[in-house]
C-alpha cells in the first residue's frame, strides 16, 4: 500500500465505498450497537436480579453466559446462513429474533422463562456480528477496512458505555423489566428500518446445512462453559464432579466437531471451514482476541459484582465507574482504524495488550476500601488498551483470508470470541463465588468475605491476558489484496 509519509502518520488515500453500500453498514452498526446495549445492561442488573428472584450468584450469572453461549452455538452456523440466504433476510430474520426475545424477557414471570428470553435474544445477536464483518469485508476496499473497523469498534465500545450507566439509573427507581422495556422499541425501529431500506449485498449460493455438525457444535462449546460454570458454586462436591463431566463431554464434541468438519471440507461442505486456520497470521489474532476477550468479558461481569458487593456502592454508582473508559474507547475507535490503516498492528496491538494486562494485575489488589478515583483510572486505562487491541486484531485477522473464506472467517472468529469471553466470565464468577461462600460459612460479612475472592479472579484475568501480551508481536497486518497473494503462489 502506497503511502505519504508527513511526520506523523502517513495519509492514506483509499477508494470510496458506494452510498447504499454504506446505507447497509450503518443500519448493520446500529442494529449491532442495540443487541450489546441490551448484552451490557445485564452486568449492573444481575445483583437485583439474584435478590428479586432469589437466586445465588452462580445461578443469576446464566443470563449472561447462557446469552454468550448461545451465540457461541449460533456463530459457527453464519458461515453457511451467509451463503446461503441474502443479506436482507439475515437481517430481518435475526432482528426479529432479538425482539421477540426482548419481549419474552419483558414479561417473563420468573428465572426460567427469563432466561429462555435471553436465549432467544442471543439468538440474533449471534448472526448480527458475522453479518456485519463479513459486509465490511466484501465492499470496503482494503485501504480503509481499518476505519470501518474503527466504527465497529465505537459501536462496540458506546453501548457498553451506555449499558451500565442506564442500568444503574433504571434499577435506582424501577423494576428491572425497564431494562428490556427501553430496549424493545429501539429494536423494532431498527427492524423496521432494515425491512424499509436493508438491500442484498454479494451472491448466494445453494450450500447444504449439516445437522450433526450443529448438534456436536452445541454439545462441546456448552458442556465446556458449563463445566467450568459448576466448579466452586456452594462449596458442594457434587458441583466440582458435575464439573468435570461436563468439561469432558464437551471435549470430546469439540474434537468430534472439529473431525466432521474437516471431512467435510474436502468437499466445501463444512458448517464452519477449518482452512482458515491455516493462515497463520489469522490463527494467532483469533487467539489473542480469545485471550483479550476472556479478560474482558470476565472482568467486566466480575467488576459490577465487586463494586456492589464488597466496595458498597449501589448500581448507578457502579455504572459510573465504567462510563468514562467506555466512553473513551468508543471515541478512539475510529481513530485507531486510521492508525492501523497507516501505521499496521504492531505500534497499536503491543502497548494495547500490555495496558489492559497493567489493569488486570492493578485489579487484583483493590479491596474494600479502594478508592472510586482509583477504579475509575484503572478502568479508562484498560479501556483505552482494549481500544488499541481490537481494531488491529478484528482488521489483522479477517484480511489475511482469501474473500471466499470471509464468512467463515468471521464465524469462528466470533465463535471463538464468544467462547472465551462465556468461559472468563462462568471462571471468574465461579472463583468469586466460591471464596465468597466459604467467608461467609465462616461468619464473615459480604464485603469482607467477597474481597479476597475479587482480588483472586481478578488476579486469574491478569494472568490469563499475559499470553496476548506475548503473542501480540507476532500479529502483522495483511498485503490489501490477499487474492493475488495467493495467486501468485505465497
Known amino acids: 500500500m502506497a503511502t505519504t509519509s508527513t511526520g506523523s502518520v502517513p495519509t492514506v488515500k483509499a477508494p470510496m465505498v458506494a452510498p447504499s453500500d454504506m446505507r447497509v453498514i450503518w443500519l448493520l452498526l446500529v442494529a449491532a450497537f442495540v443487541a450489546i446495549l441490551n448484552e451490557t445492561t445485564m452486568g449492573i442488573a444481575i445483583p437485583h436480579l439474584n435478590t428479586d428472584l432469589g437466586i445465588p450468584p452462580e445461578l443469576g450469572q446464566w443470563l449472561t453466559s447462557a446469552f454468550m453461549l448461545t451465540m457461541a452455538i449460533v456463530i459457527p452456523t453464519t458461515g453457511f446462513i451467509l451463503q446461503r440466504f441474502t443479506t436482507r433476510q439475515v437481517f430481518i430474520a435475526a432482528m426479529s429474533a432479538f425482539s421477540v426475545g426482548t419481549l419474552v424477557c419483558l414479561i417473563a414471570p420468573g428465572f426460567a422463562v427469563l432466561l ?271 481500544a488499541m487491541s481490537f481494531t488491529p486484531l478484528f482488521s489483522s485477522s479477517l484480511g489475511s483470508l482469501r474473500r471466499h473464506l470471509y464468512s467463515h472467517g468471521s464465524a469462528a472468529l466470533n465463535t471463538i470470541q464468544q467462547v472465551g469471553g462465556a468461559a472468563g466470565v462462568a471462571l471468574l464468577i465461579v472463583v468469586y463465588s466460591s471464596v465468597l461462600h466459604a467467608g461467609e460459612q465462616q461468619g464473615l460479612e459480604t464485603a469482607a468475605a467477597g474481597a479476597p475472592g475479587a482480588r483472586l479472579a481478578f488476579l486469574i484475568a491478569a494472568l490469563i491476558s499475559l499470553g496476548a501480551v506475548a503473542l501480540s508481536p507476532f500479529v502483522r497486518k495483511p498485503a490489501d489484496d490477499v487474492d493475488a497473494q495467493f495467486a501468485g503462489g505465497h
Open 116 to 386: 429462555l428470553g435471553r436465549v432467544i435474544q442471543a439468538g440474533g445477536t449471534g448472526i448480527m456480528m458475522p453479518l456485519l464483518m463479513t459486509t465490511i469485508m466484501n465492499v470496503v476496499p482494503a485501504q480503509s477496512r481499518g476505519r470501518m473497523m474503527g466504527r465497529v469498534g465505537l459501536v462496540i465500545s458506546l453501548a457498553p458505555a451506555i449499558g451500565p450507566t442506564l442500568a444503574g439509573a433504571v434499577l435506582e427507581t424501577m423494576s428491572w423489566r425497564a431494562l428490556f422495556a427501553i430496549v424493545l422499541p429501539i429494536a423494532l425501529v431498527s427492524l423496521g428500518m432494515g425491512i424499509k431500506w436493508m438491500t442484498n449485498l454479494g451472491e448466494t449460493r445453494d450450500v447444504p446445512i449439516d445437522v450433526l455438525s450443529i448438534v456436536l457444535s452445541a454439545i462441546g462449546f456448552g458442556g465446556v462453559v458449563y463445566g467450568l460454570s459448576q466448579f466452586g458454586g456452594e462449596g458442594e462436591s457434587g458441583g466440582a464432579t458435575t464439573g468435570v463431566i461436563a468439561l469432558v463431554v464437551g471435549a470430546v464434541g469439540l474434537a468430534l466437531f472439529v473431525w466432521r468438519q474437516l471431512v467435510l471440507q474436502r468437499g466445501d461442505r463444512a458448517l464452519l471451514d477449518l482452512r482458515v486456520f491455516r493462515t497463520s497470521n489469522y490463527t494467532i489474532s483469533v487467539i489473542v482476541m480469545a485471550i483479550v476477550a476472556m479478560a474482558m468479558f470476565g472482568t467486566l461481569t466480575l467488576l459490577p459484582q465487586y463494586l456492589q458487593n464488597v466496595a458498597g456502592l449501589n448500581a448507578l454508582q457502579a455504572g459510573l465507574i465504567l462510563l468514562p473508559g467506555s466512553v473513551l474507547m468508543g471515541l478512539l475507535g475510529p481513530v485507531m482504524g486510521r492508525v492501523y490503516d497507516a501505521r499496521g498492528t504492531r505500534v497499536l496491538l503491543i502497548p494495547g495488550t500490555l495496558m489492559i494486562s497493567a489493569a488486570l494485575f492493578f485489579y487484583a489488589t483493590v479491596g474494600e476500601t479502594t478508592a472510586w478515583w482509583l477504579l475509575v483510572i484503572s478502568q479508562t486505562f484498560m479501556s483505552v488498551g482494549l
